[in-house]
Every structure is written in C-alpha cells, then in structure tokens.
C-alpha cells in the first residue's frame, strides 16, 4: 500500500526538511496518527511531490519528515475537461470525487437549461450559493486527489452559463481538441469517436432530464460530437468518471507512471 499523501505549498528537495502544520499536519498526526520512521508523501497539487520519513511530530498539528526523494508528474495526455450540468445536491458532490478519481483536469459546473438545481440568478443570494458550490466542489476535488494519490488536484472554474460553455468548446475545437457531448440519442459511439491524438477533450454531461436539444444544435455547430457511451443511461453523477475510465484506455493517459 503506497504511503498518504498529504498538501503543502512548497514540496522539499531530497535531503531537506519540512514541516506539515495546520489542517494537514492536524490529519496527519491525530486522524493518521503517524510516528517517527514511517514514510508519507508531500505534494503540492501541481504536480510536485516527494517521498518523505517521518522525523517527529510536535502537539495535535504538527509533523517533521525528510525528504528522501523528489519528483515531478507531468499532466497525462490527453488532457481532459470535463463540463457537468449541475447534479441534484445529494450527487453534486459524488459527481466531483469520482470525476477526480477517474482523471479529470478541469471541472467546470455548468447551469444548463434542464438543470433542477439552481445556483445562478439575479438576486445576491443565488451569486453567494454559487460561490459556495463552487468552493465546495474544489474542497471535495483536493480530498478525493489526496485519497487517490493525484499528483495534480484539477481545476474547479467558477460556474459557467452556456455562453462560457460555448466559448470553451470553440477553443478547445480551435486547439485541435474534441468536444464530445454525452447523450443517450447520440449518433455516434464514443469508442469510435475519440482520437488518441488529440491534444484535449471536453467531455459535456448534461443533467438528470438530458440535454436539451437547443444545446445539442448548438455544440454541433461549433463542431462537437454527439456520442453514446454505452448501453446503459447513467446517472449524471456517474457518466463524467465512466467516460474518463474509456478515455484511459482508448488513449495513452493510462500509461503506467513511474511512483
């Protein structure tokens, strides 16, 4: 069993010390309950990490250790943004720890038209709910990478209406990327649309009533694929994490990394 990985801001160099304090430190030392001698991994989310021993610990909050050895992971290939309309409030979170366990890059919440959670409006009240499902989602993205031992913690953006949507699809078309839009009536199958070769892939996933078909037009306009994914309709907090475990082996991003 590969050591816990905890945060800090700045990973140690071979041979240096550091001191996990805080949050972390707090989980570590009381929750892990960790001791001089045993091994542990710091990384800072952005793909940095090092494999370290404990020296001692100090209090409820505060652990030493030793870096014996430092690396950088680079971001797999290709990457991967997912765009999820917004699950109901009991799914939203599941959405984002499988969405992270599975590979995702970037998340970007989405307030589609179908969508029965409501995080966006014109009065101030909805501007704060939004601003907190979003801090929300990025809290539950740090501790499922932690979990899953990510080197990278993805990016949760700001909640995006469809023009923002629509603007990303636009770029990552640009770039030389995919779109491919999860949808139960698509005209394609993903296994047959996806390209090892792209640069990137913006997966869409629309919410528990599906797409409409006004945002379907509207994607395929700028060049995104309608795709089944499988026999089965999956839930939308499910589709996201499904998706990425057929794009780790359609494409190179399952490639055995070096630990």
């Known amino acids: 069993m590969s050591p816990p ?9 071979a041979g240096a010390t550091a001191t996990l304090r805080g949050p972390e430190g707090r989980h570590a030392v009381t929750v892990t309950r960790l001791r001089a001698g045993e091994p542990v991994i710091l990384g800072d989310g952005r793909g940095g990490s090092a494999l370290c021993e404990v020296v001692s610990t100090s209090g409820k909050d505060a652990l030493t250790v030793r870096a014996l050895s430092y ?5 797999p290939r290709p990457r991967v943004t997912v765009v999820q309309a917004l699950p109901k ?4 979170e599941l959405f984002v720890e499988l969405a992270t366990e599975a590979g995702a890059d ?8 179908r969508c029965v959670a409501r995080w966006s409006g014109g009065d101030r009240g909805r501007t704060e709910k939004a601003d907190k499902g ?12 932690k979990q899953s031992r990510r080197p990278w913690i993805p990016e949760v953006t700001d909640l995006a209406t469809t023009t923002v949507v629509r603007a990303r699809c636009a770029e990552v078309i640009g770039a030389g990327g995919q779109v491919l839009a999860l949808h139960e009536d698509g005209s394609r199958s993903f296994r047959d649309v996806v390209a090892a070769s792209s ?9 528990e009533g599906g797409l409409a078909d006004s945002e379907i037009a509207d994607f395929s306009a700028l060049g995104a694929h309608a795709v089944v994914l499988g026999p089965e309709v999956l839930r939308t ?16 991003r399952w490639d055995p990394a070096p630990r």
């Not at 409030?89 to 939203?92: A, H």
């Not at 979003?134 to 990478?145: G, Q």
């Not at 640069?199 to 629309?206: A, T």
């Open 5 to 13: 990985l905890f945060w800090i801001d700045d990973v140690p160099s």
């Open 89 to 92: 409030s009991e799914r939203s």
């Open 237 to 252: 907090s499910t589709a996201a994490a499904v998706a990425l475990g057929a794009l780790g082996a359609l494409t190179d």
């Open 134 to 145: 979003v801090a929300k989602w990025r809290a539950t993205a740090s501790a499922a990478a």
């Open 71 to 75: 690396r950088f992971t680079d971001r």
């Open 106 to 113: 970037t998340i970007v919440p989405w307030q589609a038209s």
């Open 199 to 207: 640069s990137e892939v913006l997966l869409i996933v629309g919410p």
